[in-house]
């Protein structure tokens, strides 16, 4: 019977089967040296040895991954909820090499001066990652989309788009989404862009508009410099009000029959200064105090806050006789859009709103408006053609610090209006003044009425007993 030692010869001579060298050996302590002298043991040991020795270099090598994209990798997430998004997307959808081949379809729409719409079909970067090269720098460029999670605000799933590039500054990022931005806002300029409310968000309604001239809407004599100056003041005083802690917020309210341009007017104002629209309907499904109060805190920068026909949205109809009488007792209420609050009896009172979908009360408006939670900068123009309709506690200066009358075509705007369609007629439009001056005829009722003589200014002079109909 042939053993195995640690010395001496095995079977036929063979070397034999061996433990640890005796160059390792000779550090284990005596009493356990014979565990590994065991040639399974010691195996099992060098395996797990070098089990040991490559995990901690993988773990090694990833914290030095960590730590290198941590120190020399810049990195960025932009939502798809924030602004920026829509124009890094349409950034990447021009600077993206046309070899990708991983890519999603976007169209848009373009609208000309004559109001025809062409659709454009662009390719932009897919769910994954990708690389684009911009300023001499390699940037990795990585679309992501959440499956499970739903954008509560625009009904989408949930997107973001993270940029990553070597280096320590990230400046190459601000510079990046600033050259986005003016690519985006090149294709907007010269025209307003209009924003409908939708829940507590402010959505772009329909296509930006061209931008309609200030002179195309004729008011009476002084009234579209006066409102135009205080506007620009506005504009231009911040620092005025801070210092003196005046709410930087201004009100107006144009009040006058239908048709006399209002709302034309406001339109127009906007585009001279540059503004966009935010038309507010206070009538709306699910508009309650809270919403109100966030739709106005988060309106667009540089934008008019516009509350149209607000006798309709809101009227209250007071009764100051006292009773003891519960039938006869003072009864207030707010209607909107056909639905009625009730139980108001002062302005600052809180009334339910008694119909489904909404809880805005008129208390809440009022501080909406001029409250502690009222918004800074903000431009708020209401309209209406039944000025006595409105409770005055809501028209009261700190809300509405300008109220202009609009009204019927006054004899400067009837010259004005006749000139806009025949010009270099003086004396017609002259001879027509003094023909319909008597008349109470709307901006809009003349423009109707030079319309169907677009081409013949003696026509329209000879036609006016057609206007007499208006009377």
């Not at 040296?33 to 060098?46: D, H, V």
């Not at 960590?66 to 602004?83: A, C, L, M, T, W």
């Not at 009730?342 to 009172?349: A, K, L, R, T, W």
């Not at 431009?379 to 009204?407: C, S, W, Y």
Request: proline share 4%; charged share 20%.
């Amino acid at each position: 019977m042939n053993t195995i030692t640690g010395g001496g010869a095995g079977v036929n001579g063979a070397q034999p089967v061996r433990g640890l060298p005796k160059s390792i050996l000779q550090y284990i302590p005596e009493p356990i040296q014979p565990l590994f002298e065991n040639p399974l043991f010691s195996a099992g040991f060098g395996l797990l040895g070098v089990g040991s020795l490559v995990a901690i270099g993988r773990k090694g090598f990833q914290s030095v991954l960590i730590q290198g994209r941590r120190y020399f990798f810049v990195s960025v997430e932009v939502p798809s909820k924030d602004k920026s998004y829509h124009w890094l997307m349409d950034w990447l959808a021009t600077k993206k090499d046309k070899t990708t081949r991983h890519v999603s379809v976007e169209t848009t729409f373009h609208q000309h001066e004559s109001g025809e719409i062409v659709s454009k079909i662009n390719f932009i970067p897919s769910v994954g990652t990708h690389y684009v090269f911009y300023r001499g720098r390699v940037i990795k460029v990585e679309r992501s989309r959440e499956k499970n999670v739903i954008d509560m605000n625009s009904g989408n799933l949930w997107e973001s788009i993270t940029l990553t590039t070597l280096g320590t500054k990230r400046n190459i990022f601000q510079k990046l989404i600033e050259e986005a931005k003016i690519m985006a806002l090149d294709k907007e300029e010269g025209k307003t862009i209009i924003y409908t409310s939708m829940g507590t968000e402010w959505r772009r309604f329909g296509h930006p508009r061209r931008k309609r001239p200030i002179g195309s809407v004729i008011l009476d004599k002084g009234i579209s410099e006066t409102i135009i100056t205080d506007v620009r003041k506005f504009l231009g005083n911040a620092d005025w009000y801070n210092e003196r802690g005046i709410p930087y917020r201004r009100g107006y309210l144009l009040y006058g029959p239908p048709g006399t341009g209002k709302s034309s007017f406001i339109t127009a104002l906007a585009g001279e200064l540059q503004l966009s629209i935010c038309i507010l309907n206070l009538a709306g499904k699910g508009v309650s105090d809270v919403t109100l109060n966030q739709l106005l805190s988060t309106a667009p920068q540089r934008s008019i806050i516009l509350l149209e026909d607000i006798d309709s949205a809101i009227q209250t109809n007071e009764t100051n006789q006292p009773s003891s009488s519960s039938s006869n007792q003072s009864s207030n209420a707010i209607s909107s859009g056909g639905m009625q609050y009730q139980g108001y009896s002062g302005p600052s009172s809180t009334m339910q709103y008694q119909g489904y979908g909404s809880s805005l009360t008129f208390s809440g408006l009022l501080n909406a408006l001029d409250g502690v939670a009222a918004s800074e900068g903000r431009i708020l123009f209401m309209t209406t053609n039944h000025l006595e309709k409105l409770n005055k506690v809501l028209i009261r200066p700190g809300r509405v610090d300008l109220q202009i009358e609009i009204a019927n075509s006054s004899p400067y705007q009837l010259e004005k209006m006749f000139l806009k369609f025949y010009p270099d007629h003086q004396e017609l439009a002259t001879q027509f003044v003094d023909k319909v001056k008597h008349l109470s005829l709307s901006p809009a009722q003349l423009q109707a009425y030079f319309m169907n003589f677009s081409t013949d200014p003696v026509e329209a002079l000879e036609n006016v007993n057609q206007l007499n109909l208006n009377k």
